[in-house]
């Protein structure tokens, strides 16, 4: 028993070696192209409420962008491309923590809906529609709330809206994302070869991908590569839940129009978020999915109807 035990051992050890040794170089190929990346596309902004990171493309009607947990001011950019389409000016932001933003001793949701709007007085841009996706979801509707004469629109994507309810993943879950997003190597790994398993872990159910077209899966392995390097991401998403911990979302003062786009079977924020925005935010209509998963992959067509209908209505 002793010996076929360490025969296993000496094969897996085996196995596993191989497998750094093929995939390995890749692996730093792609960190060193995706930190120049970011490098290049980020630009940081010195305020009163603390330094920001963000990122401006495109040419239309102004839309501000706030990403999710593992994004930064890139999975921002991508997100609103594909739920908004073309005819925007993103404005997109690294939040709290994340890439070259740094949480600062005061981190509230509120002082970060502050820095938004340094950062728009700082571009000249008076009004703007706010897409918050996932946990961009409170700092979004913060600042619809404390600056609704900045705000013509609010679009709420799988966003969470208040802290964990029944329903949403639970600590152990939550705790294996947290252990993979400290290893660029083993995310990268993951998402290259497991991506059902790490969409799994970040609420799209097995049975939604075993659906996914190989566009749609093209669609996925974008967003997850949008989260590399994910080690520079770890400590914004573990801000984000300490600070909807420390403070409620304020919505009382909204007053934009609000969509909220979210699927029923949504594992990683629970669709009873959704309800909640609902019920909040007086002018808001609910559109809901019932088998799409968190970030509505499946159904971004959909989404992208909704959302022009939503903005430009007849």
């Known amino acids: 028993m002793g010996k076929m035990f360490s025969i296993t051992i000496a094969i897996s050890a085996g196995v596993v070696a191989i497998l750094i040794a093929l995939t390995y170089p890749r692996y730093q190929r792609e960190m ?7 490098l ?4 940081i902004l010195k305020t009163d409420h603390g330094d920001i990171e963000y990122a401006v493309e495109g040419e239309g009607t102004p839309a501000l962008s706030l990403h999710g947990a593992g994004g930064g001011y890139d999975q921002g950019l991508w997100a609103a491309t594909m739920a908004l389409g073309g005819g925007h000016k993103f404005i997109s932001v690294s939040r709290y923590g994340y890439l070259r933003t740094p949480i600062p001793q005061n981190a509230s949701i ?5 820095l938004y709007k340094d950062l728009l007085d700082h571009l000249r841009i008076q009004k703007v529609i706010v897409f918050g996706i996932s ?5 979004a509707m913060q600042f619809a709330n404390d600056h609704p004469e ?13 802290a964990s309810v029944p329903g949403d993943k639970p600590a152990f879950y939550i705790g294996i994302i ?8 083993g995310y990268w790994l993951m998402s290259q070869l497991l991506q059902p398993m790490i969409l799994n872990l970040m609420g799209l159910p097995s049975y939604v991908y075993a659906k996914f077209t190989t566009a749609q899966k093209q669609l996925a392995q974008g967003m997850l590569d949008t989260m590399h390097p994910m080690s520079q991401r770890f400590q914004g998403t573990v801000n984000d839940g300490e600070m909807l911990q420390r403070c409620a979302v304020s919505t009382g003062n909204v007053s934009a129009p609000a969509l909220i786009l979210h699927a029923q079977d949504d594992t990683l924020v629970s669709y009873q978020h959704a309800e909640n925005a609902r019920e909040a935010i007086k002018r808001s209509r609910l559109s809901s999915f019932a088998t799409a998963g968190h970030g509505l992959l499946r159904e971004m067509n959909a ?10 209505p007849p």
């Not at 900045?150 to 208040?162: M, P």
């Open 32 to 38: 060193r192209s995706a930190k120049a990346r970011l």
């Open 40 to 43: 290049a596309g980020g630009t």
């Open 110 to 114: 509120k002082t970060q809906a502050a």
């Open 135 to 139: 946990a961009g979801g409170p700092s």
């Open 150 to 162: 900045r705000t013509s629109a609010l679009i709420l994507l799988s966003a969470v809206s208040q």
């Open 178 to 185: 947290h252990l993979i997003q400290r290893s660029d190597y």
């Open 303 to 312: 989404v992208r109807q909704e959302v022009r209908a939503f903005l430009e």
